[in-house]
Structures are given as C-alpha cells and as structure tokens.
C-alpha cells in the first residue's frame, strides 16, 4: 500500500464518532479544509527544515494527520493552562519528529510557541531556544525530554502508572478525578531500542489501560528500509505481552479512520493500548517512503515539489491560511471549558472528600508530610552493631515510607538484598493478578533496570514532587541503568536511587558485578547527587540531602558488608560533601586520609597503626558537594598545601587526583572472592596501607615540614587498570 | 503442573532418535542409570552451595535434565581439547548457574574441571579460582563471560552471526567445515532484560538457525513467583519476532523429551529456535518452586531433606556413584572421533581448496593480512582541508575492511554518518531478505546500541582474532552500550568502536545528544583503549594502536565537525598518549595547553593570541596511555612542576586534576544550537579562552618563575556541573 499524495478521492472524511472524543465538539468541519490543515503542516515542516537546511521533516509530513487528530479531537488539555493536573498527557518518544509538536501546539493555542518561536528551529542561537532539535520538559506543552530512542516509551509507561495509582488512591464513583489518558507517539526506533521492550513488557504486566501509544509504523530508519533491520511483527508481539492492538492502513490520508482507532483506543479496559498507523514518511515529497526525508532538510527543489504537490505556491514559504486557524479555534474553548468543569467537580470534591483532598492537594503542591525530618532516628538510636550500609537505609525506607504516599518503593528484582520493601506494603499490581492493586506503592520492576528508572522518570514528571520513585538494584546494574539516570539529571527529576553491594564487598559474585569505573561516571554526571555513606549516620544524612532536594536526583552507594556506626559521623555534614571525622580542623596533620562507603572504617583502622604522624581522617560521600564549597572550607578540610593527603576506596582511582596527592585504589577488575578476601587481596588491609603510606610519607618528610608533591606527579594515583587479573 | 520429586513411574525414558545426536553412541544406558545421574547432580549442587553456605543451587537442581542432554547426548565437542575450532559453543546466559556447567565439563572429562576444583566454589581464596561465581572466559569450556543479564543471549547470537558468516565464506558442499551450533542457556532474567529482547530481534531478522535457545522456563526470580513482575508469553512473543518454539513440559523429569526436542531443533532451518522448558526450580529441595532456593545456601536441613528424596544418604557429601562417570564415559571417546573426522576433512579441503584454507588458517591464527598497516595512506597522501574526524575514519575503514574478510563493519542505524561503510560491501542479511547473505561484512545492527556491542562480543569471541567488529554510533549512545563494552574489556575481546558526534560539536540535536559525563567512565574502564584523535593524522595513529593490541577493546571519540590537519601531530605518538603538537622538549613553557580532540586545534588557535607567554600546545589523544608512561616522559611533556597546565575539552573537567592546575570544559549540560555557537557559547573560542588563561596566569607570575598551584587549588577544575542551562 503506497498511496500517491493526497487526491480529492483519498481524502480524510469525518467520523461522526468524534463528538465522544476528548476536545472534539460538535462543529464539523468540511473535508476540504483538513486536506488544507494536513498540508499546511507538511508545507511548514518542509519550510522549517529548509530555512536553517537541517532537522528532521519526513516523521512530520507523514504523521500530520495523527498530529492534527490528537491535538484537535482527541486530547484533553487546555491551552491557557499547560499545566492543568487533569489533562491528557503526550510523550513524543521519537523526539526528532519535535516540530510535529511544537506545530500542533501552535495551532492549538499555546501562546508561547508562536511561529516565530517555532522558526528558531536550528536557528543560529547563543542560548537555546523552546524549538530546540529535541523537546525540552522545561516548555509548555512538553512532558518529558526526549530524544534517546525508546525511553520515551518507558517514561509513558510511568506516567501511566502515576494516572492508575492516583486514580485508585483518590478517584471516588462520582468523582473522577484523576482520569487522564497518556499518549505516547513512537517511531520504529523506540520499539527496536531495548529499553522501550522492556517498558511494553512492564506496562501489559501492569494492564494500564490509560496508555495508548500510537505507532507512527513509516517502515524507513536513518539508514533506508526498515526491512534492513527490523522484521518483527510489532502487533503480534505486543498482542504477546498484554496489549491490545488496533491498526490502521493508510495513515497519511484517512484522518477519519485514525480517529476511530484512537476513540476505540479510549475506551478499551484492562490492557493498554497499541494503535499501529501505517504512514508515509515525507509524504508529498519527491522521495517520500525513503531515508533521505528521516534526518535532513529536503533541497529547495523538493520543497518546490511538495509545495506544488500539496497545493501551495513553491515560491511561497511559511504560508497559513487562515482556515486553519478556524479549523483549530474551538480548542482553546473547549480546552478551558474541560478545566472549569474538572474545578467544579474538584470544590465539590473537597466538601464530600476533605481528607483525601487535602492530601492530593498536599502531593500536588509537592510537599511531604509535614515533620517527615523529625521522624528520621537520631544518632544515638541507630544501631550500636555493624550493619551494612543498605540495611541502615532500609531503616529509612521503614521510616519515611508508609507514612507518605509520595513515595514509590521498587526494585529489579532485588527488594530484599537493597532494603526498599516496607511494611504496610501493597504491590502496585495489576488487580486482575491478585496480590495488589494500583494503590499499591511497592513496585516490582522485574529484571529491567534501564526501564525501571526511565518508568521513575515518568513518575517524578507526572507532576513536580507528586511522586518520589525509590529505585534499587546492585550498583553495578546502575550502568544498565545509565542512560536513564543521566535523562533525570538531565530534567532534574528527582528519583532516590539504591545502589547496593557497591564494590568488591560483593565477593563471589566476582568481577563481573564489581563496579571499578561506574562512580566516576555518577561523580561528572551534571545535577546528580552521588553519596557514598560510610555508616548508618551518614546513610541518615544521604536521606536528609535527598529528599530537602526538589531540583536533583540521588543516589546511594551502599555496602553488602557490615560497617560499624563511627564516632565521628555526623549526618549534618554530607551537604558539606566532606568533613573530618578523626583528628581536629586546629592542628595541621601530618597525613590527611580521605575515604568513602565502607573504607572510611578503614581508614581510621589504618591511623591507629600510623603513631609517628599526625593523622587526621576525612569521609568524603559526595565530591560534588565538597567542590560547591568555598575554598576556605575545602583547604581546612584537606591541606593539601601542607599536609600529605591519601585517598582510599575499593574503586579505581580515577578523578581523586584533585583532592589527594597519593591513593589506595583498585587497578584492575575484581576477582570472585569472599569479601575479606578480597579487601585483603586487593591491599585494603589496615596493616598493607599504613605500610605504603609510610614508604610515601618517610621520602617527602623534611625537617621544616613537607616536600609536598605537585600536580600528577605521584604514581599512585594512575587511574588505569590494565589486566583483569585471572586466578 | 507441579511433579513432586523424581519416582520411578516418572523417571526418564530414552529416545532412539538420539542415536543421531551430537556425541551420542549407540550405547543405550538404562533409565536407573539416568535418574541416578540426574538426582547425583542435585545433591552436588546442594552440596557445593551448603560447603560455605552461598550460591545458587535452584537452578541446577531444576535444570539438570537439561545439562545432561547437552553435554552427554546433542552438543559436539572434544573435551580433550576444549577449543577444538569446530565445536558447538555454549552460552550459559543465566551465569549463576554455573555450577550446572561446571559439573557437566567435570563429568564429560575436561581434565582441569576436577571436584577439587569446583568444590572451590565460594571458597576463602586469594586469587579467585576457576569456579568464580560466574563463568569466567579465561577457563576451559566457557565460551564468554557471563552474570550482567540479557548479554549473554546477544553474546550467543553474535556467536552464530559468526558461525553463519564463516559458512558462507569456506564451507564447500563436501566440505561443511564450519557446521557448529550455538545454543545458549537462559532464564527468566535473561529475557526481560532489554539486550536480550534486542538481540532476540536481531537473530529472528536474520534467521539464524545455527543458534538453538533453551529458555529454563522455572517461573521463579529472587523475589519470588515470575507473575509478580513478567507474564509475557515468551513462546508467542519470539514466533512474532521470526523464531520457531518448542515446548517441553516437564523439563525436571522427561529427559526423554527434551532429547526429542533438541533433536528436532538442530533439523529446523531458516530460524532461530527457543526450546521453552518447563523446569522445577529447586527440583528436590523442600522448597522446590519458590524464591528462596535461587540464591541462596539450602541450609543443613533442608540439604538433608534433598537427600533422602532423591535417594541418597544425608550425613554423606559430595558423592559421586562410578556409574554417573560411566554414563558420561564415552563423551570422551566420542568427542575425540569427532575431532579426528574433522581434521581428516579439512587436510583434504586444504589439497581441494587451498586458497580458502589458507585464509582460513590465517584468521584461525588472528593474523590480519599481512602488509595491512602499509595500506593507511602516509600524512601527506591525507586530505588537506579540513574534514570531520569521523570522515577521516571513514578513509581507514575504506582501506583496511575491504582487503581482509576479519573485519566485520557495522552500526545501529547510522552507517552514514559513522562511515563504517565500505566499497564493495555485502549486507550481512537474512538472504531470504533479498539484498545480501551471510558471507556479507556489512552489519545493520538496528537500532540496538547494547545488543550492538554485546553482538561484537560474541564476534570476536568466537576464535581470538578472526573477527575485528568495528561498530559505530554516535558516542552518547556508547552510554547505552557501555554495560557491553565494559564486558568486552573485562574480557579483552578486541572491537573497534566507532563514535562519533562526540561532543556540543553535534550542535542543533541538543543536550540529550551531546556527552559531559561519559568519557570519564570510558577513561576509568580498565582494558579499554579511549582514544580522542586531533585530526586525520591522529585518526590513522588510532587505528595503528587498535590493530597492533590483541588484547583490548578501543573505542575512539570523533568530531562530527571539520578539523584541520595539524603540522604538528604525528600517528607514531598515539602509544604516547599525550606529546607535544607545538613548541619544543628544549625549553621550559609559561605555559601548556592540553587538549583533545577537536579541541587541538582551538588550543593552537588561542596559543597565537597569548604573545607574551612561551606556550606549548600538547595533544592527549588518550589519558590511559600517557598514565602507562614513565614519569620522565610525562614531566617532559606536561612540566606542571614548572609550567601553568592548562586543560582544553569541550567535556566536564572531571579527570583533568591530575594533569593540569586549570581546565576550560563544560560546567552544565549542553543546549541546541549549531555547533560553532555552542563552541563560542560555552566559552571555547579561541579570544575567549586566551582572556581567562592570562587571567589565571598573570597573578601566579612571579620574577623568578611561577607560583605553581598545589593539588586542587585551582576552581577552574571544579568538575560539577550543577544546572542544565534551559534558554
């Protein structure tokens, strides 16, 4: 089926079922004028791409019409107000096909995206502009920044989730409200990119029927047919996984018959929803259905073409007539009518319901329970024994959790190795499988770390503080989980993330599950809290920091093995990113140690057998905070200027060269080995780094004080490990 | 359908259709004979995890039946010389379950697996040992390393790409040199992971039906009953996805039936094959078919328990009755005849077709053709205007790939701009697909960054050396990859990894395309060679370093932007790490510019406009590699004793400390703009940087030299970014 550019036979008609759909009224506007809209849309895209000769044009000349019948018919929403709570909300998970959107909002009444705004499309530009390559959370109209294939399927499946737990944590018979659907448009790159199965996986499990994600199935990648790449059956496949499926043929043209797909969509239950849209990339230019028209402007030739193919003056950019406006005018009326409505009901709803009002207003607000901070044990009531630095986190999770429906408690598969189970608990679970229900807030994820966090960027972007996604898995499944926390920073969506059996205190699970270079990932990456606790007091710090935090996400790196509760930790100080937790800030030491997590206890072990030095010992659980510091902070902490600094951690040891001047590091991959072993092993024994630190110290140390080394210039901070060293 | 224990009306039968399997003899043991092995390996198992009480015994106990049909009855193999070229190869996916390989190579007779040996299993040890907790690449009859969940099916699928494309390439109608399969063992885990799902895709494409998967289909995880978290149905999901299924029942009992279904699934052609068990995790233990008997000891009790049921004695360990080694004798013997038959083949393909043979041997050997290094154009024969780095690459793969059928060139959906593709190319395609076949180099990997490199891994796992993957995408999707290339380097398999648009450079794509964090992680990875080439000239040296190092992985960092060839750079410096582009060894600078990248030239730029300080420019194409020198050098080059360093990188500055006192970097997320606005925004042009260095500069001047700064006294290498810049 590849139909030629729209003629009077093929086109769009009108489903009378349209007055049951979203913004849809009951003016029906004539076949003529949505061949106009349609072709208005592929004309400005064709433009756009052209005037700056880049973007991406061929998704938008070929998605028109399932732009035109979501913003137009389908969507619920309110132009006036972006941010209206009850609206539907849309995920535009192939990003690149941004101007689809930004040309939708426009015309459906956003007063922010002008044209003229829409025209800085890769316009030359000192600071970015809202019609940036990708769309940006930071816009009206825009839910979540996309771009990285498939993510924005799992950022759907999360505000899916939100909609569903709210609905059933708020929603009374009369009182909808909560009652959004989610939309998420995706292009063949999304279903290809793991994450985005993983997230179809998780969403069928869950039945979420307040999901429908449109296919926008053009069969043409970057680099040519889909066929090169890609022959799933993406229906059956998700017919497979607990979806329902409904496709359309011709895409391009019969706008009649993606409305009726999309208002059947609506009304399934149980199971989300695939709308499977055969389209026509670039429709209307010469090369339409091929790879040229996916990432590159067209050629002013092709633009001439398409112009004369879809009615329009060549020599004439830019243009809109005025119909199209009209055909789009009743939006903005109805979008207001739909949120004064929903206001009514909501008044009414604070009469009948004034607790559950009162909380939903609370969550709206993004506030936590009042007193939240007090609840948290002090010091003295944290237990006197060793225990690993995950378990004292699960004492916060028993803690904060049950007693604030913000939170969401989760894991891949690993909820009792990392503490986030809480008691009280309900499984968010689709009801049909018993053992929960969409109240519930303690997830299981399943084996998917990647599409766990990116589902908890949904969450968090459901609404500002309204959800506080607790996420956990062993730190070495957070590289899985990369690319997603990297999209939260980049959003500054908050999300507390667990990240246990940190390093090679994981034994004999060996190399394969020992992190060596994934924390300097975390420490570069922008808005990210990286904290390593080095005992319980610390983990209660990690807590304070995170959830005082509105703008970034955390995450914890914490033991598998026991840590004692140190003397000197203090949970006031982890926003001070380090602090000295032996020795006093008014003697100059002779050795200044620095360590994180579970080597801070070692670090103090290996002062005791250091009696010809003065010693002082710094934790250090966040680098990042500790660089937010004044330098007058930062030189009292570590002297480095006059005392000889050694860092320890079970990590490689890159990025400690600009804090210490020497290290105790791991320079390899790890070994499969008991724990103790291990730290034995790999020269994190107390007695095997005193030893070292006096072979450092004894050369530098004169009379008159130090010979203290310069930049780079101590081998022990090479940060490259060479071999993995096999038994 | 729930079995109890093994009893006699249930116990395995035996199928006469195996007298065509693999190494199986006409030999028929009676079925006493395989209840008694099947039941041996449960209480081993039991056993190896109670001895010190950790480990995962479910599996095994589950799965046995499925251990002792592949290696006793349908793989081919020589246990004698485990890597005899002509093997099956086997993938345990599910990694912690190895103690099920390792009792099955100890029982077909590969000599260094003994019970001494695998009774090391989570033993106090020093060194590790070759039964680590996951399978090690390093020990005989393991094919890769395995553990991080999902890679190891793409593993086993880049095993049969490459078992498929060796057919294509030497087999002869009387002579099917290369004929074996793969068959790749996996769980639950393992395909709810996103790389599995991707590379189960990429294998229906391709239609690999060399690749046989055994999906141990025990419906419980860690955190217990597979319908808390999956309920896809597996079978349906991968015959939409161009794969045929079988289904086993009783996977715990029937070995009978699985033999049938294995026999059939090596006679299937034109697909993959997922043989879908039904297993009793546990099988045996009290706690059969639930959570607890996955990852942990069964405890002294419940080990007991094991024994009585299946018929052994309780206060008795780690038996093994002589006829369990009986059963297995003639595996030995088999195997052995099935390699002699082979090497009689080949002797006679090597007289009939000499050439194929020879280049064969040649790949069989990891040899590339010889006088391949000559073939890279010399610095005068590269372009002289300035070209984007990535393009200069381009020149070398169309030198290097065409001439020696080792490389293997590819990427995930964008080959255009990554120029990996090559003259007189032939797609690697299912040729039912028309447009190529199996003999083709040319890989459209999709959409599909971490199966993309966990493919590679299979690849270049399957002979040391015979195939180079050089796979390509942009560099921030090197993030999605990295828990692949962090595999490859764990286990030194050698890529080329191709990444491109590798900074703001990308330009109008925006934040979400354009890396801060990512090359500290690629920095920190142990085994990998991270290379940021300056210019054509440094591109050349790249590949020079790549294909002289057997041994590791390198991924190189190229500008989508044009940069000038610069006099001053030199491809036999790339070992160097870091060396001196302009200026002299002879005299002390004020100053040293370091930099990579794109970012070489810019430096030189700005050393033209600081007339007043002696400046050195110094290119550091790669930190690994400088961080290997002798401090001689590195002083020689980077005299921070004497000189103010200063680094230039259009990343985060996170790293830099070690090897200069200040940095211009990125301190925020990117933004879309085009590149040369972004450049100038983020404050790299040339005036610009020039301003801040004289300002660094002019108050550490002293008379008599330079008042060198100490070890993070500089802000300037702040490495924390902590707002992402919305315009």
Redesign the interface.
């Given at each position: 089926m590849a139909p030629s550019v729209v003629a009077a036979d093929t086109a769009p008609g009108h489903s009378s079922g349209l007055k049951k759909s979203g913004n849809v009224t009951s003016k029906v506007s004539s076949e003529g004028d949505e061949m106009l809209v349609l072709n208005t849309v592929r004309c400005l895209a064709a433009d756009l791409c052209q005037q700056?000769k880049?973007?991406h044009p061929g998704t938008v000349m070929g998605a028109a019409a399932i732009g035109v019948a979501l913003w137009r018919y389908e969507m619920k929403f309110n132009p006036a107000n972006p941010d209206w709570f009850a609206r539907d909300r849309f995920v535009l998970s192939a990003?690149h096909a941004c101007l689809l959107q930004y040309l939708m909002l426009h015309f459906s009444g956003y007063e922010a995206w002008t044209m003229d705004v829409i025209k800085q499309y890769?316009a030359?530009?000192?600071?970015?502009?809202?019609a940036?390559?990708?769309p940006?959370i930071?816009y009206p109209g825009v839910e979540v920044?996309?771009?990285?294939?498939?993510q924005g399927i799992a950022n759907a499946v999360g505000l899916a989730a939100a909609g569903k737990q709210l609905a059933a944590q708020y929603n009374k018979d009369e009182f909808p409200v909560v009652d959004g659907k989610i939309w998420c448009f995706t292009g063949?790159?999304c279903l290809?990119?793991?994450?985005?199965?993983?997230a179809i996986?998780?969403a069928?499990?869950w039945g979420l029927d307040n999901l429908i994600m449109i296919y926008d199935n053009n069969a043409v990648?970057?680099?040519g047919n889909i066929?090169?790449?890609?022959?799933?059956?993406?229906s059956?496949?998700l017919?497979?996984?607990?979806w329902h499926v409904i496709e359309v043929e011709d895409g391009s043209n019969d706008l009649a018959a993606i409305l009726k797909a999309l208002d059947e969509a609506k009304t399934l239950k149980g199971k989300p929803v695939l709308v499977n849209i055969r389209t026509i990339i670039g429709f209307g230019s010469a090369n339409q259905n091929s790879g040229p028209v996916h990432g590159a402007a067209l050629g002013a030739d092709d633009v001439e073409h398409v112009k004369k193919q879809l009615g329009f003056k060549p020599d004439e950019h830019f243009v809109i007539p005025p119909k199209v406006y009209d055909y789009f005018a009743e939006v903005k009326t109805e979008g207001a009518k739909l949120e004064a409505e929903w206001n009514d009901m909501m008044s009414k709803y604070k009469e009948t319901y004034p607790t559950e009002a009162a909380e939903l207003q609370r969550r709206m607000e993004g506030k936590l329970v009042d007193g939240w901070a007090a609840t948290i044990p002090t010091k003295d009531k944290l237990p006197k024994d060793p225990i690993p630095t995950r378990k004292a986190s699960g004492i916060m999770v028993q803690t904060l959790v049950p007693n604030d429906a913000s939170f969401v408690a989760g894991?891949a598969?690993?909820?009792?190795?990392t503490f986030v189970n809480f008691k009280g608990q309900t499984?968010f679970?689709n009801p049909k499988?018993g053992?929960g229900d969409y109240s519930g807030r303690q997830i299981?994820?399943?084996?998917?770390e990647?599409?766990m966090v990116a589902v908890g960027n949904g969450l968090a972007a459901y609404q500002k503080g309204m959800f506080i996604p607790i996420m956990s898995t062993f730190f070495?499944?957070w590289?899985?989980a990369?690319?997603a926390a990297?999209?939260s920073?980049?959003?500054?969506l908050r999300f507390i993330g667990i990240a246990t059996h940190d390093a090679i205190g994981i034994?004999?699970?060996?190399?394969?599950?020992q992190p060596?270079?994934?924390p300097?990932?975390?420490?570069?990456?922008?808005?990210m809290n990286f904290i390593r606790p080095a005992d319980a007091e610390e983990v209660a710090g990690a807590w304070l920091l995170a959830l005082e935090d509105e703008d970034h996400p955390s995450l914890f790196a914490l033991s598998r093995q026991p840590v004692p509760l140190l003397p000197g930790t203090d949970r006031t100080k982890i926003p001070l990113g380090a602090y000295i937790v032996q020795g006093s800030e008014d003697e100059t030491p002779d050795l200044t140690l620095v360590a994180s997590g579970a080597e801070v206890a070692r670090a103090i072990e290996t002062a005791i057998l250091l009696p010809d030095y003065k010693v002082r010992v710094v934790s250090m659980p966040s680098?990042?905070h500790f660089?937010?510091q004044p330098?007058s902070y930062?030189r009292s902490v570590?002297p480095?200027?006059r005392s000889l600094?050694v860092a320890i951690e079970a990590w490689?040891a890159?990025?400690w060269?600009?804090?210490?001047?020497a290290g105790c590091h791991m320079?390899?991959?790890g070994?499969?080995?008991?724990q103790a072993?291990l730290y034995?092993?790999f020269g994190f024994s107390p007695k095997n780094m005193a030893e070292k630190i006096v072979a450092w110290a004894k050369p530098l140390r004169q009379k008159d004080g130090w010979d203290?080394?310069?930049?780079?210039?101590f081998?022990e901070?090479?940060?490259?490990?060479?071999?993995?060293?096999?038994?």
């Open positions: 700056y880049g973007g990003g890769h030359p530009n000192l600071h970015g502009s809202m940036a390559g990708h940006e930071e920044t996309t771009g990285p294939l498939g063949d790159g290809q990119e793991g994450v985005g199965q993983e996986s998780m069928g499990h990648t970057v680099d066929d090169a790449c890609f022959t799933d059956d993406t059956a496949k017919k497979a996984v607990g894991s598969d690993l909820m009792e190795s499984e679970q499988l053992n299981r994820y399943g084996i998917r990647f599409a070495m499944f590289l899985y990369a690319p990297r999209m920073a980049l959003q500054k034994g004999e699970d060996g190399p394969t599950h060596i270079a994934l300097s990932f975390y420490r570069a990456l922008p808005n680098q990042k660089d937010e330098s930062r570590l480095s200027n600094v490689g890159y990025g060269a600009r804090y210490a001047h320079s390899t991959f070994l499969s080995a008991p072993q034995e092993n203290i080394p310069g930049v780079g210039e081998e901070l090479l940060h490259n490990a060479t071999e993995h060293h096999a038994g």
